[in-house]
């Protein structure tokens, strides 16, 4: 398990000194969310769905099957909705965690360095995978099939769009 000491350190949060942030950590059975202003923490607040959390509860199968992603959206949606006035206006978006470690993994495993991502490069491979989950071969994608994969990336989605965000960091 990822150290909550450990959030507000680091050349990014550093680097956006004069600026503020939002840290999203995605742990294995519930998340943190840091509002940072320098190394200020202007908000902290956990919330109970984790990646590891998500998985066990709505995906089952490998690759997960379309209706499990649509319950584990609809999780996700109830577990964001209330950050969403304590979020509004914040500049830019790192995800830490676990959740940075499997979508930075899944993104080298189809071939891709990138740390940066912005909302519509998410909703391009949160859409590789529903086609996965709706049948598409795996092997087209090359995009890891597992649970925990799924519901990083979904969680990431989620937040992204339903908080505004137009761009994250991934901090592995």
């Known amino acids: 398990m990822y150290q909550d000491r450990n959030m507000i350190s680091g050349n990014s949060l550093t680097a956006a000194a004069s600026t503020e942030i939002t840290?999203?950590?995605?742990?294995d059975d519930s998340s943190l969310v840091l509002r940072m202003e320098g190394t200020q923490?202007?908000?902290r607040k956990e919330f109970a769905l984790g990646v590891a959390a998500l998985a066990r509860q709505c995906l089952r199968h490998e690759p997960p099957l379309p209706?499990?992603?649509e319950h584990a959206i609809e999780l996700t949606e109830e577990a964001l909705?209330?950050?969403?006035?304590?979020l509004a206006g914040s500049a830019g978006l790192i995800l830490k965690g676990l959740g940075a470690?499997?979508?930075?993994?899944?993104?080298?495993?189809s071939g891709s360095t990138q740390t940066e991502l912005t909302l519509d490069e998410v909703?391009?491979?949160f859409n590789r995978v529903v086609?996965?989950?709706?049948?598409?071969p795996a092997s087209q994608?090359?995009?890891?099939?597992?649970?925990?994969?799924f519901a990083a990336l979904l969680m990431l989605r989620e937040f992204m769009h339903h908080l505004h965000f137009a761009q994250v960091t991934l901090q592995v």
């Open 81 to 86: 909705m209330p950050l969403a006035a304590l």
């Open 101 to 109: 470690f499997l979508i930075g993994q899944g993104l080298t495993r």
């Open 23 to 27: 840290v999203l950590e995605l742990r």
């Open 41 to 43: 923490a202007l908000l």
């Open 67 to 69: 209706i499990e992603l």
């Open 141 to 149: 994608e090359t995009l890891p099939t597992d649970a925990r994969f």
């Open 123 to 125: 909703e391009s491979i």
């Open 131 to 136: 086609s996965v989950s709706q049948g598409r």
